[in-house]
């Protein structure tokens, strides 16, 4: 039988290296996630996070601009505009500062983890349980390529939810203030970029890890839940209730991502509490773990056999 009557249409398009691989497999990895409804209750859920900081810096001008006022009504009830404003400037820290956007990452950040427990298996664990990774080995991308375009991802995924709108946010206060804010605080830019970049490569490569070896969602999501709600729970108790050492302070791999954070952004370390880690110590632990999950990658997608 002819090539012909089997229908097949030769390739008209312009060939590509391996590398360029890595964008299909990145693509088809978000469509899995896009078309699910699940995703984008969760998104909605995460973006609460950020108009409560968007709407947030209006309603703090628009209380300046009321502060001759005796009260002012918000909401149901009338309060304050001198207490309105030291709550969303002071406690809040709705005052552009590097504590503004600490304070965002490490709330939008919990949204950030739910929804990669749910994505995880769907990206990475359905290729090994359905077998279809020796497909993907099979052909020229590599197993590098692979976890590349899987990483690039679940990178998309984080940075909608932390960096886009915590750069959005450094405009807007901009717009606000006066633009004299963009020239001066531009180390401040560089650590949102600094911090989405880190929060990108470490969650990134633990997910993923988490995905090969566990596959299945149910135990993704109780592993997930484990790393990032029980953990940093049992690091609490005992250092702020036993009061062990403020080593144990490093099993909390949130919280170690969070000082790193910090440093980025240039808020000051005292500021974080008495019973923190030390910067260098929680970088060696995030950077000790995303490299053992590296190393795990390797070897696990090393031993899957493949007949090219």
């Not at 978000?30 to 995460?46: D, E, Q, T």
């Not at 206060?173 to 804010?181: K, M, N």
């Not at 790393?227 to 403020?246: E, G, N």
């Not at 302070?249 to 880690?277: A, K, T």
């Amino acid at each position: 039988m002819g090539v012909s009557l089997l229908h097949y249409r030769p390739w008209r398009g312009r060939f590509h290296g391996t590398g360029m691989s890595v964008w299909p497999i990145a693509r088809i990895a978000l469509w899995m996630i896009v078309r699910r409804k699940i995703f984008w209750g969760l998104y909605a859920m995460g973006l609460l996070i950020f108009f409560m900081f968007f709407f947030g810096q209006y309603l703090l001008a628009w209380a300046q601009t009321q502060i001759s006022e005796e009260t002012i009504r918000v909401g149901l009830r009338r309060v304050e505009p001198q207490w309105l404003i030291q709550t969303l400037r002071d406690v809040l820290k709705l005052n552009g500062s590097a504590e503004t956007y600490r304070n965002f990452f490490w709330y939008q950040g919990r949204m950030v983890i739910i929804l990669q427990a749910l994505a995880g298996s769907i990206l990475v664990g359905n290729d090994f349980q359905f077998g279809c990774l020796p497909f993907y080995l099979s052909k020229p991308p590599g197993r590098w390529q692979y976890l590349l375009g899987k990483c690039l991802a679940v990178a998309v995924f984080i940075n909608l939810m932390t960096t886009v709108p915590a750069m959005i946010l450094f405009v807007q206060y901009g717009l606000l203030d006066s633009w004299s804010y963009f020239t001066e605080s531009s180390r401040l830019l560089a650590g949102i970029a600094g911090y989405g970049l880190l929060l990108t490569v470490c969650l990134s490569l633990m997910l993923v890890a988490a995905a090969v070896c566990l596959r299945r969602t149910v135990p993704l999501i109780i592993t997930w839940a484990a790393l990032f709600f029980l953990f940093p729970l049992l690091a609490r108790f005992m250092v702020d209730r036993l009061q062990y050492d403020s080593h144990w302070m490093l099993i909390d791999l949130w919280n170690d991502m969070y000082v790193l954070g910090n440093c980025f952004l240039g808020v000051q370390h005292e500021s974080l509490g008495p019973r923190q880690p030390v910067v260098y110590q929680a970088a060696l632990v995030v950077g000790v773990t995303s490299l053992l999950c590296l190393i795990y990658l390797n070897l696990r997608i090393r031993a899957i056999e493949v007949v090219k």
